[in-house]
């Protein structure tokens, strides 16, 4: 069921649990996460970044291949096509265009007057679309896989893109990186509750591979509606696939990538578990 994420996100917000990002990479990646989280009863977003969306053919490849997938493997529960961390208005605006349920618009690096005034555009652009908008503040990336508290997101300037750009839901800076930590994960408590307290709105955890369950478990309890896995999935997957090809005299590409189906499934069941701790009934 191809939908945006705005309902399913205040849905868990009010009740304090989390709606899965699960990153695509290829048809395998996205199908196995489809039918993993239908087996499990948890609505998915379904991440995808822009140099997927080149990998895989294009915007209407990607918008495509889920909608005949979903279709096919009968899925039941909520499924959003999400564009992560789009680059430009432009590049948020192809995605609507195309298919896309919803878009992250990361204008984190620019000033914030910039970043507010190409979040409103794309919205504004959105919502006439039924597509919903995340959209980023402070620095996630941090440096070298180490959460850098000097660019940690302000509360004031969350309150104010959210107030001035009437988007769906908010990543702001708390700690937390992309790709593997260099240094245990450390969210910053305090500033989440804070920000939660003052915007009021859904809330995401971008770069939550890697952090330990009881601190996602905690970010729940602030705010936190949505969590973006990637990393983790994928060094399962990449494990899964080395042990195959060291004890298997194998060429078919098929049973090469499908070798990490049951790592693959076996994380993003362990995740939902986590997430949906809280929930009640979403569907």
């Known amino acids: 069921m191809i939908t945006n994420s705005k309902k399913i996100l ?21 199908k196995y996460i489809l039918e993993e989280c239908n087996k499990n009863n948890s609505p998915v977003i379904l991440g995808v970044s822009e140099s997927t969306i080149k990998y895989m053919g294009g915007y209407k490849v990607v918008v495509n291949l889920i909608k ?37 618009y990361d204008g984190s690096k620019l000033p914030l007057e910039q970043n507010i005034n190409n ?3 794309i919205v504004e652009f ?5 597509v919903s908008v995340e959209a980023e503040i402070g620095c996630i990336e941090g440096v070298t896989g180490v959460a850098n508290e000097n660019l940690y997101a302000k509360v004031e300037d969350c ?57 996602i478990e905690k ?24 042990e195959y090809i060291k004890n298997n005299d194998i060429y078919d590409p098929r049973k090469i990538i499908s070798s990490g189906e049951e790592a693959i499934k076996k994380g993003i069941k362990n995740k939902i578990e986590i997430l949906k701790s809280n929930q009640k009934q979403y569907i």
């Open 219 to 242: 970010s729940l309890q602030n705010g936190i509606s949505k969590v973006n896995i990637n990393t983790e999935l994928q060094i399962k997957w990449a494990n899964s696939i080395r």
């Open 119 to 121: 979040t409103k555009q």
């Open 159 to 215: 309150e104010k893109l959210v107030k001035e750009t009437n988007i769906d839901s908010l990543a702001p800076a708390i700690g937390s990186v992309h790709g593997l930590y260099k240094e245990k994960p450390n969210l910053n408590f305090c500033l989440m509750a804070e920000i939660n307290k003052k915007i009021n709105i859904p809330l995401v955890l971008h770069g939550a591979s890697g952090i330990p369950d009881n601190q």
């Open 10 to 30: 205040i849905q868990a917000y009010k009740n304090k649990y989390a709606i899965p990002q699960f990153n695509i990479n290829n048809l395998e990646w996205t």
């Open 68 to 104: 005949n997938l979903d279709e096919e493997l009968n899925i039941k529960v909520p499924v959003v096509i999400h564009l992560d961390h789009g680059s430009s208005v432009e590049n948020c605006k192809t995605a609507i265009i195309n298919g896309f349920t919803s878009v992250m």
């Open 126 to 130: 959105a919502k006439k679309n039924n």
